[in-house]
Nanobody, 126 residues
Framework: VQLQASGGGLVQPGGSLRLSCDTS????????IGWFRQAPGTEREGVSCINRYNGNAYYSDSVRGRFTVSRDNGKNAVSLQMNSLEPEDTAIYYC????????????????????WGQGTQVTVSS
């Protein structure tokens, strides 16, 4: 199982970025997949995750309405469109996946995700 996140960069407040996560070694149809982030001095947090069974997406309160996650099973990839970016969004963003059962209440808990890619840095600053 391999994941590779890309698309990070420096953007001004109010700007947009699109992150991509390319995967290999597994069939995305049968895995949970999500985006997580970690800012300096903070714990890793779930940003947006997709339920493997129904394709429904979860968003954290801090990004709901601004970020959109999408999954392309044909390409075994997932993306995160980030709009109206704020300085508080500055962090390293990671994609991760898991195939063991995850209760809906924990859908975006980093502790439930086994496989992680290298992160991509997102910096929102003027």
């Amino acid at each position: 199982v391999q994941l590779q996140a890309s698309g990070g960069g420096l953007v001004q407040p109010g700007g947009s970025l699109r992150l991509s996560c390319d995967t290999s070694g597994f069939n995305l149809d049968y895995y949970y997949i999500g985006w997580f982030r970690q800012a300096p001095g903070t714990e890793r947090e779930g940003v947006s995750c997709i339920n493997r069974y129904n394709g429904n997406a979860y968003y954290s309160d801090s990004v709901r309405g601004r970020f959109t996650v999408s999954r392309d099973n044909g390409k075994n990839a997932v993306s995160l469109q980030m709009n109206s970016l704020e300085p508080e969004d500055t962090a390293i963003y990671y994609c991760a996946t898991a195939n063991r059962w995850i209760d809906y209440s924990r859908l975006c808990d980093p502790d439930d995700y086994r496989y992680w890619g290298q992160g991509t840095q997102v910096t929102v600053s003027s």
